[in-house]
């Protein structure tokens, strides 16, 4: 058993639990941090964005050596049907700014450096090390956590679990509930690399200019779930995910998922002649704001996806991860320096901190999509983007047609597939969940 | 439309680094006569098809593909199918990228 008795345990070593670590650390509590992977990032996945905002607030000189991939200065929106997408694109030349506003990274790179400015403000990084659960005291507070390592029973304060979506060591001590089958999503990534001229090329990029792609439509076969394609430097992020109740479902795989939008019209294009170097998969949490569990308890509290802290409509994730290990943190160091014990009582200014950010704020905002999203999947997935394609079609062609016939097509195709009723009734439950 | 042609995970799992723990699975099956729904639809969903029938009609995993996403536990685990933890501390899938 490690004798020395922490101030904080950190489980895990991705967005939530470095900024949890750094944060206490730069506060000057003694912390151990304790991370599965043999380094921090070689278990972590992502698309994956970078929020500069949420990074400054932990370390405002980042761009000076965070291994950045490209700044976005292009967003694209695509709603696809089998053979074709209708986009809406986003670029301007204000994303070229001094102190760009998102970045791609690659996460195994990233957190790594991350990493490194969490020892360098004086915490102790333990790789290599599964915590396998956490150790209580006979009324249930948690007292520290317990190794793979031998004899690996170590104590602190409080424990900060960043443990990540899957969140095995909270659910193990009854501390929450395991994520159901509606309310995470599974996605599938592979990374393709590409000579950087070609990527730029493909892209319409000068430099380091980045642009993203989102995607939804047939390409989830009538699932919930959006494909997703982000320029790196020398390669291209390109994945597609899914809620997991959808794939059970259905019986879809995965990677026969991947493969279909990889073979798109619109997406094989993209990334023909390419080198694959990675295939990747993760959970992400999709329940928004109703899904948030416990947040805190006697001598624990739970940041990031852990805490099921994901933006689904925004596609947001590691931002909120972020924000959230900084604020417990924070939390957790006004309660250290009140010399206060880390009771539950006095832990719940980190929900109480919280409630007052961007974090809980947008969930809230978006409370009733997920519920929207996840029953209204085939019209949503399906048999809108269809009809869009084809009125879009219809639009476009010129064949002959009268414009008059050609819009009462349009209008004709659309209440045979939704009805008047359907389509208001939709139109009015997006504007509702939307507001 | 083109016939589609089958997808091979194998082929996709050769591009990840792992370090395998041999002879400590970190994910079990139960043992079982005739597989739940739930095992069975894990043929299908687990990203890395680290399940499979053998030819007596149960549902068998080898772990050393797998790339810890969580999937079959959060289908399997409630059911009592499968018993899941994470590997030992350096072991399995190592992201480069990630």
Redesign the interface.
Known sequence: MIEEKFDAIVVGAGMAGNAAALTLAQRGLKVLQLE???YS??????G?ILYADMLEKLIPDFREDAPLERHLVEQRFWMMD?RSHTGLHYRSDDFNEERPNRYTI????F?RWFSQKVREAGATVL????V?ELAQDAYGKVIGVR???ADGEIHADVVVLAEG??G?LGTRAGLRK????DK?A?A?K??HFLPRETIEARFNLRGDEGMVIEAAGTISRGMTGMGFIYANKE?ISLGIGCL?AD??RT??????L???FKRHPSVAPLIEGSE????????IPEGGFKAIPQLYGEGWVVVGDAAQLNNAIHREGSNLAMTSGRIAAEAIFQVKSRKDPMTAENLSLYKKMLDESFVIKDLKKYKDMPALMHTQSQNFFLTYPELVSKAMQNFLRVDGTPKVEKEKTTFKSFIKARSWSGLFGDAFRLARAWR | MSIEPSVRVEDKLFYNRYLVDAGRAHIKVRPHTTPSPELLSMLKACPARCYELNDKGQVEITVDGCIECGTCRVICEGSGDIEWSYPRGGYGVLFKFG
Request: one cysteine or more.
């Open positions: 599965r992977g043999e990032g070689s278990k972590n996945v992502q994956a089998d690659i996460r195994a790179q957190d790789c290599e090390t599964t396998t190794t793979d390592r979506v899957n095995l395991r994520p159901t089958a995470v599974l599938v592979e990374m390669c997991v794939f059970q019986g879809e795989t995965p990677y026969g991947l493969d279909r694959v170097k990675e295939y990747a998969a993760h959970l």
